[in-house]
């Protein structure tokens, strides 16, 4: 992820760095590359002149034409609203027992997977995660949820499978959760090819009867600006509470990543970086905007 991005702006801040005396012009011509490398990794259009737009006000500064190396001060500019951009500090989970924690995604996003793995995490800080299946429409992501939550030894509940009624098995899974004494519930919804009316209906219609606590977009980090479409909607629909991006051990452009915070004001909190179970992480904005520098 982030490989031809950061070989551009590699590629910018090594030809700035080798200026002797800055100009207005360096800078600006420096920054239109940025924009196009930006753009280029599928960043939003609108977060991206944004962006550019901030980081051309603070290098304007006069500082950064009296400084010594007035390169070095540009990517350190560039830094510091990169990792802004992305969201500063990581946000962790409201996780007050017992806490309700909804994943919401389109098909493949790796909605399964990370139910499991964010299991996995909570269990490993000494929680007691239990995991639902709530997906009413694909059988085989009951049977794959049921299969994950044994290898990490979590409790899970599946559905009884000619059972279509959302609500119902939510009211049996809060029943389940209850003996359990399970101090995270992770629910694990329906997922679609795109979004449509039915699946936000019903999405709705849990929310309400769940009242999470935490309500969580899987996305994945390789759909590009369609992710940021997805985000959008979910949101709309269901008001999340923060974003999972999936696959960054991907070698998409991970536009992605850099617009979901900007366009839904929602923090990015996990990522998940493989499809082992343990490859799965706190989001840092820090440490993603070093990788992403390079
Ligand atoms: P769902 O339809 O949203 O429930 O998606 P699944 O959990 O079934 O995941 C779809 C595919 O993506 C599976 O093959 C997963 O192993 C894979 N996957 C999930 N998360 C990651 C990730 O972070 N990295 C990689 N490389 N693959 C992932």
Redesign the pocket.
């Known amino acids: 992820m982030f490989s031809a991005l950061s070989d551009s702006l590699d590629k910018t801040f090594r030809n700035l760095r080798g200026v002797g005396k800055i100009s207005e012009k360096n800078i600006t011509d420096a920054l239109r590359e940025i924009r196009l490398a930006l753009l280029e990794a599928d960043v939003e259009f609108g977060v991206a002149k944004e962006f550019i737009a901030k980081v051309k006000e603070k290098a304007m500064g006069v500082d950064v034409f009296k400084s010594i190396k007035p390169g070095e001060q540009i990517v350190k500019i560039f830094n510091d609203e990169l990792t802004h951009l992305l969201g500063d500090d990581a946000e962790a989970l409201n996780l007050n027992p017992p806490a309700h924690i909804l994943l919401c ?10 139910a499991a793995k964010l299991a996995l995490r909570l269990q490993k800080e000494g929680r007691r995660p239990l995991l639902i299946a709530c997906d009413l429409y694909r059988p085989a ?1 009951i049977d ?1 949820l049921a299969t994950l939550a044994k290898q990490i030894n979590v409790p899970c509940f599946t559905p009884d499978p000619d059972e279509k009624n959302l609500v119902k098995v939510a009211k049996q899974a809060l029943a389940w959760a209850k003996d359990q004494q399970g101090t995270a519930l992770i629910f ?1 919804t329906a ?1 679609r090819q795109e979004i449509d009316e039915k699946l936000v209906a019903e999405l709705k219609e849990l929310h309400r009867f769940v009242s999470p606590a935490e309500t969580l977009l ?1 996305a994945d980090s390789a759909t590009g600006q369609q992710a940021v479409s997805v985000a959008r909607h979910f949101d709309e629909a269901v008001g999340i509470t923060g974003i999972i991006l ?5 070698d998409a452009r991970g536009g992605a990543a850099l617009s979901m915070r900007q366009v839904t004001g929602r923090p990015i909190k996990f990522i ?4 082992k179970l343990d ?1 799965f992480g706190v989001f840092h904005p820090e440490r993603m905007a070093s990788r992403i520098l390079g």
């Open positions: 995604g389109l098909n493949g996003a790796g909605k399964t997977t990370t992501a794959q694990d997922g899987v999936t696959k960054l051990d991907g998940g970086e493989g499809e490859q």
